[in-house]
Structures are given as C-alpha cells and as structure tokens.
C-alpha cells in the first residue's frame, strides 16, 4: 500500500486534494499537521474525510514544520487518538507520552538525516516495544550498501515494519518496500511538494514502478548512475515490460563514484538480473565483468551488464546501435572487412560514447579525428584509439564526410547552442547527433537546413536500448513503444 503524504498550509487545499487522492484510487493519505499555516482544525480535516489517513505533526528536528509549543503538539496527536483516525505517527522518543487508546494505530518512527546508523536492527526492536502496531525507520542512504542494511531489517524484523533510506542513493527502498514486507510506502502528492528527501511522487510510485504488483518473482533491472532522478530508462523499460506482460521492473540505483563496489556486492543479494551503466561508471564497470564481448573490451567500456549465476557479463550497446545508425545511413556493404575505407570523420568530444563510436569507426577503415574541449583527453583517447586530434578551435578546418557529436552541446537546457557551425555544412554530410533531449537539437537543425543526411540522438538511443532489452528479456524490444514514449518524454516535461 502508498501512504500520500500531503503537505499544505490551507485546510481547505489539504481537504481538496485528499478528496481527489481518494478519487483517484489512493488507499491511505498523511496528513502533515505540521504544514498548515494557522492554527490547526483538527475536526476540520478528518470529520468528513473521505478515506483512512495517517495523522503527522513533525517536529522542525525531524524534517517537519512545527514551530508551536511541544505540549501543543503532542495535544494534537492525542486529539487524533481521540477522534478515531486510522493511523498517529508518533516519534519514538515520546510514545511514552501517548497512550494508546479506541481502535487508531500507532505508527512509531525515528528519523535520522545525516546518515544510517550500523544497529538499525537494535532500534527497531527497541521502537517495537513502545506499544507499536507499526514501526517506522527512515534514516540517510550515504552508501549502497545502507539500502541492503535497511531492506534486510525490514524482512527479518518480527513487528510490522517501514524502513525508508532517504535521499536519491536510497530510492530503491521505497520502491522495494511491498516486496521486503513493509505495510505500506510513503510518496508525495506532486513533483514539486516532496516532503522527505528523494521521495516519488505518487503517480511515479503506481504508473511508472506499478509498486502494488511488485512481488518476490518479479526480475529487477535497473540502470546505475550518479546522479540518476533524470535518467530516462526507467520510463522506457518499465514502459515496455508493461507492454509485452513482464513482471519486471527496472529501477533507478544511484551509486556514486567511489560506491561501485558496494553496488556490484550487492547484487546477487538483490536479485539483480540486469543494469544499464551510465556515467560515471562505464569504464570502471568493465572490471566487474567475468566476461566481456570483445568491442566492450577493445572500446574499455561497458554500458550493459548481465548477471548469470557468478557471472557477470558486459556489452556494449552505445557501441553497436551507433554501427548500426551509421551503417543504414552509409548503406555500407556487410561483407566487407574495412566498409568505412576512404571515410572520413569528425568527433567531436572525449566521452565514453565518443570512444565507443571512434573505437568503432577505426575498427570499419573510417580516417578518424577526434576534437574535444580538453586536449589532454583527446590524447590519451586518440592515442588509444589510434586515430588523430586536432584542437577544440580548429574542428572546422578538417575535410570531412561524416559529423558525430558526442558532447552534451545542444542538450537540453542548452537548445541554443550547436558544436558545429552550419557553414560549414553541405548537402554531401552525413550528420549523427548522439544529444537525444531533444531531438531536433539546433546541429540537427543546422544539418537539415543544408540538406545533409542525419542520425538523431533518438535513433540511437532506440536501437541501443532495443538491444538492451534483448540482453535483459531475451525477447525483441516494442520498438515502436520505445520509440514513442522517448519522443513524448523528451517533447515535454519529464514524467510527472
């Protein structure tokens, strides 16, 4: 079950929303007690409310808004007691001071904002024994690792427990909760009213993730990144699980730099089945794997990993759907060995998709030069690659036939700017832009103006995440859902 926190300063915008929550199929609503600006009608937002809720009234210490007296507080949570409400959330610390009382049930939390203390289990044992029907932990995610921690205690604990990670390395917790035996999650009404760090929003929680049906046989996936709120994957996959009838899931991990190894610990534990690698992780990730295919090794680059029983296998899909973009294009023979001989290419940028598409040019014949902001970089990669470099300011200057942007230039916010002047275009180039957000970036634009030939950043984000798919479900991707839902996305405003 969700619990949709609402947090709002009217009574009467609190009384609204609830009614529409409950319209709309939510099962259980917080009422933040602690947000309304007056002084608090108890009566008011709970004599006719049209569904169960769960009476809150945070102190300022505990993420809340509270600025009355503590006695004025408590007096509110009894009060709710009084008055039959269905859950009071009470903190630890002064349960002792609220008697249990009718048929409401007492849900006693702790919270924690700096970190996950290591004796999460000691505490929730001793929270249990303040006259608990439920036991609530939420405590700040600072490694992987403390989503295991907390996931594990609420499997194990003996009380009816919810144990939250906050912040966006702790994400999974929440999504995971129903699957682990929480008696409910908490999500916030809207994107821009989220009451805890890192919480989702309702709609997220029961359209994107399907939170309600997930269950010990659903397969996780998930992509790993820092940071990970904006990355599309989740949308596209869970989208297209749904489409084809999978009971899966694919979830957003965020895993900063120096946490790689925890998250790859952790997997089995999981039940991980499969992720997505994003920056920064690309390269790094590669030493996970018990096996590679042979571009991801030659490229030093993985953006696919699939777990089988010990074995952790590497792909890399930037590198074959960016091939195939360009093969379509060129209308280059398969059975030749070099097909991209006498072509020659600009890209622009130092990346781990920079290297994934040079590394597959020079593989094809293709003449290579790579230019990027930081020369040192290109260097290093070109001297890899075994391809030439010439400086950020002399892009213009190097004859050739194919255009590869793999900079984040043109993506939004930036709309406004292009790595590549539209003088210098013709209607003989071919341009392949790798920015997806959006589509019609202002190179593409430029590209379409002087009549060359073009790759979007969409086409190769459908053909590499098809192959993804593929890898994780062994089943042909709905392409034409992918397509679709990566379109609207990145047309509009992210899901909300």
């Known amino acids: 079950m969700i619990c949709v926190s609402l947090g709002r300063a009217r009574h009467k915008r609190m009384i609204a929303e609830h009614q529409y929550l409950v319209d709309q199929g939510a099962e259980l609503v917080e009422l933040r007690l602690d947000f309304i600006g007056r002084a608090v009608n108890l009566r008011r937002l709970i004599e006719n409310r049209p569904g169960p809720v769960v009476v809150t009234c945070r102190r300022r210490e505990d993420g809340g808004r509270w600025m009355k007296s503590e006695q004025e507080r408590l007096m509110l949570l009894r009060s709710a007691i009084a008055a039959g409400v269905e859950y009071v959330d009470i903190e630890a610390d002064v349960a002792s001071q609220i008697p249990r009382y009718g048929t409401t049930k007492r849900v006693i939390s702790y919270h924690k904002f700096s970190d996950t203390p290591e004796e999460i289990e ?89 939170y309600k049906q997930i269950n010990k046989d659903t397969e996780l996936f998930g992509v790993i990144a820092d940071p990970v709120a904006n990355n599309y994957s989740p949308m596209i996959f869970n989208t297209a699980f749904y489409d084809q009838e999978l009971n899966a899931r694919f979830l957003p991990f965020r895993v900063p730099h120096d946490d790689l190894h925890k998250f790859m610990q952790s997997i089995r534990e999981l039940q991980i089945s499969g992720v997505s690698i994003a920056s920064p992780h690309k390269e790094p990730a590669l030493e996970y794997c018990t096996q590679a295919e042979s571009s991801a090794s030659g490229i030093g680059a993985v953006n696919t990993m699939i777990s089988q029983g010990k074995d952790n296998l590497g792909y890399n899909t930037d590198y074959r759907a960016s091939m195939d973009c360009i093969s379509e294009v060129l209308n280059l023979k398969k059975d030749v060995e070099k097909p991209m001989q006498g072509v020659s290419v600009l890209v622009l940028g130092s990346g781990s998709i920079a290297k994934a598409i040079a590394w597959g040019l020079r593989q094809r014949g293709a003449d290579v030069t790579l230019a990027a902001r930081t020369l040192d970089k290109t ?75 073009l790759i979007t950043g969409v086409d190769m984000f459908v053909r590499q995440a098809a192959y993804q798919y593929k890898l994780f479900t062994g089943r042909d991707a709905p392409i034409p859902v992918i397509r679709k839902k990566i379109k609207d996305a990145t047309s509009s405003v992210r899901w909300n």
């Open 122 to 210: 000691e505490i929730a044992a001793a929270m249990a024994e303040e006259d608990a029907d439920i036991v609530k932990l939420a405590t700040m995610a600072t490694t992987f690792s403390d989503n295991i921690r907390m996931l594990n205690m609420v499997k194990n604990a003996k009380q009816p427990t919810i144990g939250i990670c906050m912040g966006e390395i702790g994400m999974i917790t929440r999504i995971l909760g129903e699957r682990v035996g929480s008696p409910f999650t908490y999500a916030t009404y809207s994107v821009d009213k989220k009451l805890a760090p890192g919480q989702l929003n309702w709609k997220e929680m029961t359209e994107l993730y399907r």
């Open 379 to 453: 260097q290093v990669l070109a001297a890899e690659i075994g391809c030439r470099v010439v400086e950020w300011s002399q892009r213009h200057e190097v004859k050739i036939n194919l255009l590869v942007n793999a900079t984040p230039v043109g993506m939004h916010p930036d709309v406004d700017s292009s790595p590549y002047d539209a003088a210098k275009m013709n209607q003989f180039l071919v341009v392949f832009d790798t920015v997806f957000h959006p589509e019609s970036t202002l190179l593409v634009k430029y590209a379409k103006q002087n009549g060359c030939r």
